[in-house]
């Protein structure tokens, strides 16, 4: 098998960039097969990074110590979060740095699954313009009526479940701030509420302690709701909330779908941890407001922008 002249002219591309801007390595977005052999042999000296959905694609890649095989979520979600789960994979697991700069190869145009060319565009992402660390300026965003320590220790809590899981094991929850009552009156209770009959000062997530013992609740189904005092009022919550109106990109399940539900009917904040990737979305008033990653410290993630082609052959950007 012998890699298609657009291809191939494309990988040679990226191995030139990598050589003249400089940048720190490739990563191939790959949905077919390809001769890796060749693309070893034109990317030689090159940081490699393949990332598929389909493990049996990078099946082969694995006795190959000096590539790093990136494995995504089988769900079909546009190339743009594709792309940036792999990024954001590399950079927890460290193979990469935040300020990185890397040059992606992928197929961005819609074709039939026999096209002759697995490869049709290359791009150059500065991951500084994308991930940086959080600030309080990034949570006023919001321009909520919570406290900003409040908003911190959420983030903080959200993110340490999203990195750390529980017992070894990645989980997800749902963290819903403010508007209380309204929440309640939207929710029914799945379980026992772990919070009951305890003080005020017993479950103030500002107290690492209590966030400590929020991230056991976690493991159990179901939202956990805080007051926009910092205080935790109920856990194991099922949102009984209409989606209507929500739009979310494909790949988000139940649990984003709630947070985004709750945001949008009443004046709360919904914190949505992703179990696949750990990562935290900020939904209010039924969007994303912030997407925040689970690294040593808490860091924003902007969405890639790819360049696409219009019918008149004028480039533009989208996200």
């Known amino acids: 098998m012998s890699l298609p002249l657009q291809t191939t002219q494309l990988i040679q591309a990226a191995r030139d960039l990598v050589k003249g801007l400089p940048a720190d390595a490739v990563l191939l977005l790959t949905e077919t097969s390809l001769d890796w052999d060749e693309v070893g042999r034109i990317l030689v000296g090159c940081k490699l990074f393949v990332a598929a959905e389909n493990p049996a694609l990078t099946k082969p890649l694995r006795d190959r110590p000096e590539w790093h095989v990136i494995d995504l979520e089988v769900d079909p979600i546009p190339t743009q979060e ?8 590399a950079i927890t697991s460290n193979l990469l740095q935040p300020g990185a700069h890397v040059v992606v190869l992928y197929n961005g145009i819609a074709t039939q699954e026999d096209a002759p060319e697995p490869i049709d565009s290359v791009s150059v992402i500065h991951l500084g313009e994308h991930l940086g660390r959080m600030t309080s300026q990034d949570l006023r965003v919001l321009g909520t009526s919570v406290p900003m320590d409040v908003l911190r220790s959420v983030v ?31 929710s029914r209770f799945q379980n026992f509420n772990p919070f009951r009959g305890y003080t005020k000062a ?70 949505c941890v992703s179990q696949s990737s750990g990562s935290s979305r900020v939904f209010q008033d039924g969007l994303v407001k912030l997407h925040i990653e689970p690294l040593a410290r808490p860091h924003v993630w902007q969405p890639v922008r790819l360049e696409t082609h219009d019918a008149d052959g004028a480039e533009e950007g989208h996200d």
């Not at 194991?236 to 649990?255: E, H, M, N, Q, T």
Request: aromatic share 2%; with cysteine.
């Open 156 to 186: 903080e809590l959200s993110t340490e479940i999203g990195r750390e899981g529980r017992e070894g094991q990645p989980i997800g929850t749902v963290l819903v701030v403010g508007d209380t009552r309204r929440v309640l009156k939207m």
């Open 82 to 89: 594709r792309l940036s789960n792999a990024l954001l994979h």
């Open 202 to 271: 017993e479950r103030d997530i500002r107290n690492r302690d209590v966030r400590e013992q929020i991230k056991e609740i976690a493991k159990l189904d179901g939202a956990i709701l805080i007051g926009r005092d910092g205080i935790a009022e109920a856990a194991c919550l099922y949102l009984d909330v209409p989606s209507d109106g929500i739009d979310l990109a494909k790949g988000f399940g139940s649990r984003h779908m709630a947070a985004a539900g709750i945001s949008q009917h009443t004046k709360a904040i919904a914190f």
